[in-house]
């Protein structure tokens, strides 16, 4: 029996039509919904005899593109799912706007329409197996701007998108290809586990897994915990503020299994090996020594994050002053304000960072490059965790991590529209 | 309708701009109004109480903002064969002085609080060995307790504060626990100081520390409420200017409201029919809108929910000369219990005001020495939808009169087998009243108010303030 996963969420009237599109697609969860593939075909019906009709279908079709649902079929106002069927869809997602009570709603259900070639009755209505609706006031939205032209360089595209949800606390994330050349896997850090997840089909599938719980603890962990995630080749290195030390880890089948033992948290890796920092034991910061590779130690300001490449390091410090300097920590220059979370873009001068404060609890990721302008996408929870990879082929894509309490995380997404070529793998 | 006031400001301020990573330092100062502050689990009197003790202890279970059992020192949700509920203890918890919390160090102290004088309403669901100890047991990493009688929910009696663990510290006489926040001191004056459990396992508290104050003048509310350096007060005075933000709860489970009561002491003759005069002489109405404030609703029932037939104005059979005990810094008031004579003088009923401590009065009531008194009834149990709840406040206020054997094994068992638990919750508020000679008079709702540079402070269903996520 399939699953009947609803979303009916509570509708927010204040929501602007680009952020009730957005919330609703999100609501759908559509990573989450049983039997459902990114990759088959979904027909999209957009209806209702609202003015904002022909914005919403281009957004519907804009978010589901940015999760990944790249094959979809635009039908006409009011189509059938028979229509749908006979299109060659797989999957119907229904949207209608409509006005209640002086606001503009947006609605979507998705409904499974191929039964399959042993269904009983092939053409019975499918089973509808994700709902979602949100308001927003059509005297305070203005049609959303037309997308910026595109420029050639680098940006990031949003809005964000609610990609899965993964249990517990995420305290890192990293982009880490098991092999040169292949695309990038998705490294979670939780309070719990280590796991990979590769991009495919269904969003996000687990590959390899650590368990966490024996390995032995910080004797003061922090209230507010926080790790660190580095490619190393095909291994990963990793730490957080729960753990007594950090560790290295290799690939084995659907395991991830520790190789070696670190004497901290690595923030980076280069030729000559790991740099590695010490959380100040029971707080949410890193402590002022750092040790470069070779085992030269360097004193830095106390930070609520670090991040360092072959020939670069970020560091933001405790008053959310973003600090670039060599890879060696040397020639420090203040670049500006950063909050807790930081990416790089391997083989790119592309580098993201969080903002310095939250507004009405939501965050912006901003992208920082010495060769591309500027551009930034806002997300509505806070962030603790970052990370850009190029986890599919010919995208870059943006996951953010969002506590919702201790219960679990939510990983959004979005892109980076124009991205560099290749890598430097 | 009132608002329920207690606790949502904190939280909303903690959602409005913020850095992202939470800053740690500074302190919290908790002002408690009208009486001693109770720092044993079992002996918690009210939401002051029970905040500060959820600062140095823990218990097996808790409930969540649904008033779901949620484990906390527990491994996982109990299991229940017949009598006996078994609950798995969470391993390699540290105590404050390092060594670990094992499973016979948590049945000792369920024994301990049980032998006390205690208002832990679970002792009494507890069978008794030859020597009146309560069988509670260790065995294989579990906790093990044989009940009188089978009550599928007894695991929530165990997430009360009066059920937190406290093991006894060597060489101290102060109990230590597993909580975010260790005793750090206690002064003459009864200030208690707390401070940061490094090794806590949920990671060391923000603050540097917690400063617990008992204040007793009723002139410094007010000022205590707008200055910045206080962050919260329990049981502001009735009639005080309120300035600063109420806290409220979010979440759908509230904590219960005080219930304002006068009771009639055991000795008074014809306590029924007195009961049924006072209950039609009390002008509740006046009383709530002159000298309790918004907050406040008339009632007759102790329990929210709980339907009682409104009661014609009795003449007294004869008129009688009664005292009339109340706290000399009771956060109702002096004005309060002076228009509670007059009422009583038009029922025929002369009364003599009677001031004494907090203390002398909490040990007359315990002790049933009173003829009347007016007193707060503050069951640290989550107003909920569950008549296991109102079962449970009930077995709470009888602790607090130190008669909770008036929840009965068969009551229990009515209570699991009837089919209508509301009913029999409603029949047993009904039987309490009569028992402990109780005429309710208002219900209002816990007294805390907080200023606004203390942040990530919540409301447990209990009433408790959690400040273990709290910063400045």
Not at chain 2, 189 to 199: M, N
Not at chain 2, 245 to 251: K, L, N, S, T
Not at chain 2, 346 to 362: C, D, K, M, Q
Request: aromatic share 6%; net charge neutral.
């Amino acid at each position: 029996m399939l699953t009947l996963a609803f979303a009916l969420l509570a509708a927010t009237p204040s929501a602007d039509l680009d952020g009730a599109v957005t919330r609703v697609v999100s609501d759908l969860r559509l990573a989450d919904v049983s039997g459902f593939s990114l990759d088959e075909d979904l027909a999209v019906v957009v209806s209702g005899d609202s003015a904002w009709t022909t914005t919403v279908a281009g957004l519907i079709r804009g978010r589901l593109l940015q999760l990944g649902v790249e094959h979809t079929l635009p039908l006409p106002p009011g189509s059938t799912e028979a229509a749908a069927r006979q299109a060659g869809a797989e999957w119907l997602l229904r949207v209608q706007v409509e006005v209640v009570d002086e606001l503009e709603m947006v609605s979507a259900q998705l409904v499974r329409i191929d039964r399959g070639l042993w269904a009983a009755d092939p053409h019975s209505p499918g089973p509808i197996l994700a709902i979602a609706d949100r308001t927003f006031s059509r005297r305070t939205t203005a049609p959303p701007p037309p997308p910026p032209p595109p420029t050639g360089t680098p940006s990031l595209a949003g809005p964000a998108v609610v990609l899965s949800a993964v249990p517990g606390r995420v305290l890192a994330m990293g982009a880490c290809a098991p092999k040169a050349g292949e695309p990038d896997e998705l490294v979670v850090v939780t309070q719990s586990f280590v796991r990979t997840y590769r991009f495919d089909k269904r969003g996000l599938d687990v590959v390899a897994e650590l368990d966490l719980s024996k390995l032995p603890r910080a004797p003061a962990p922090a209230r507010e915990p926080f790790g660190a995630v580095v490619c190393d080749g095909d291994a990963i290195g990793f730490g957080t503020t729960d753990l007594d030390r950090g560790y290295r880890v290799v690939r084995k089948g659907a395991r991830l299994e520790i190789d070696a033992d670190l004497t901290g948290m690595p923030v980076g890796r280069n030729a000559d090996g790991w740099v590695l920092a010490q959380a100040i034991a029971g707080r949410n910061l890193f402590a002022s020594t750092l040790t470069l590779p070779r085992g030269r130690g360097v004193e830095i300001t106390p930070s609520y994050a670090m991040l360092a490449t072959a020939d670069r390091a970020f560091v933001v410090t405790t008053a959310y002053t973003l600090v670039s300097s060599t890879g060696k920590f040397d020639d420090p220059q203040r670049v500006g304000r950063a909050g807790s979370a930081l990416a790089h873009l391997v083989g790119s001068p592309i580098f993201l960072h969080t903002a310095p404060e939250l507004t009405d609890g939501g965050d912006v990721v901003s992208m920082y490059s010495t060769e591309y302008p500027a551009s930034s996408v806002r997300i509505p929870s806070a962030v603790q965790a970052l990370t850009i990879g190029r986890f599919r082929e010919g995208r870059v894509d943006v996951l953010t991590a969002s506590w919702r309490g201790r219960r679990d995380t939510e990983i959004r997404t979005f892109s980076v529209a124009d991205p560099p070529e290749g890598n430097a793998r | 309708m009132k608002r329920l006031l207690v606790s949502l400001s904190l939280c909303v301020a903690s959602v409005a701009t913020a850095a992202p990573r939470t800053p740690y330092g500074g302190d919290a100062r908790v002002y408690v109004f009208g009486r001693p502050i109770e720092v044993l689990p079992e002996n918690a009197a009210g939401f002051a109480d029970a905040t500060v003790q959820g600062l140095v202890y823990e218990r097996l279970y808790g409930l969540d903002g649904s008033g779901d059992l949620v484990p906390i020192l527990a491994a996982g949700p109990p299991e229940i064969a017949g009598l006996v509920v078994s609950v798995p203890l969470r391993p390699r918890v540290q105590l404050h002085d390092g060594r670990v919390l094992t499973a016979a160090m948590v049945a000792e102290a369920f024994v301990r609080h049980a032998t006390t004088d205690a208002r832990a309403s679970y002792v009494t669901a507890l069978t008794l060995d030859g020597a009146g100890r309560p069988r509670v047991r260790s065995e294989a990493g579990q906790v093990r307790f044989q009940l009188t009688t089978p009550h599928a929910d007894f695991a929530r009696l165990l997430a009360s504060p009066h059920a937190a663990v406290d093991v006894p510290a060597v060489g101290r006489a102060q109990t230590i626990g597993t909580g975010p926040y260790r005793f750090h001191s206690r002064d003459a004056r009864g200030v208690y100081l707390f401070a940061p459990f490094d090794a806590y396992r949920g990671g060391r508290p923000f603050l540097d520390g917690v400063e617990v104050r008992p204040y007793a003048s009723r002139f410094g509310a007010a000022a205590l409420t707008k200055n910045a350096a206080t962050t919260l007060v329990f049981g502001i005075p009735d009639g005080s200017d309120r300035a600063s933000p109420r806290i409220e709860v979010a979440g759908s489970v509230r904590p219960r409201a005080e219930t304002l009561v006068l009771a009639i002491g055991p000795s008074v003759a014809d306590r029924d029919a007195l009961a049924q005069v006072i209950d039609g002489a009390l002008n509740r109405q006046r009383l709530v809108r002159r000298f309790l404030g918004d907050d406040a609703q008339a009632t007759q029932a102790l329990l929210d929910g709980v339907k009682v037939e409104a009661t014609e104005p009795k003449a007294p059979t004869a008129s009688r000369s009664l005292a009339l005990l109340v706290s000399r810094d009771g956060r109702a008031g002096h004005r309060f219990a002076e228009r509670v004579q007059l009422d009583l003088l038009r029922a025929g009923i002369t009364v003599r005001i009677e001031r004494v401590s907090p203390e002398r009065l909490e040990a007359r009531r315990r002790g049933q020495d009173f003829e009347l008194l007016i007193d707060t009834l503050a069951p640290v149990v989550p107003a909920s939808p569950r008549p296991v709840d109102d079962l449970h406040a009930l077995w709470s206020i009888a602790s607090m009169f130190a008669q909770p054997q008036l929840v009965r094994a068969a009551d229990v068992e009515r209570f699991e087998r009837s089919g209508r638990p509301a009913e029999v919750v409603a029949a047993l508020e009904a039987s309490f009243r009569r028992s402990l000679g109780l005429v309710p008079i208002a219900r209002r709702a816990p007294s805390v108010a907080s200023t606004d540079t203390l942040h990530g402070v919540t409301s447990r269903p209990s009433g408790a303030m959690d400040l273990s996520d709290a910063h400045r």
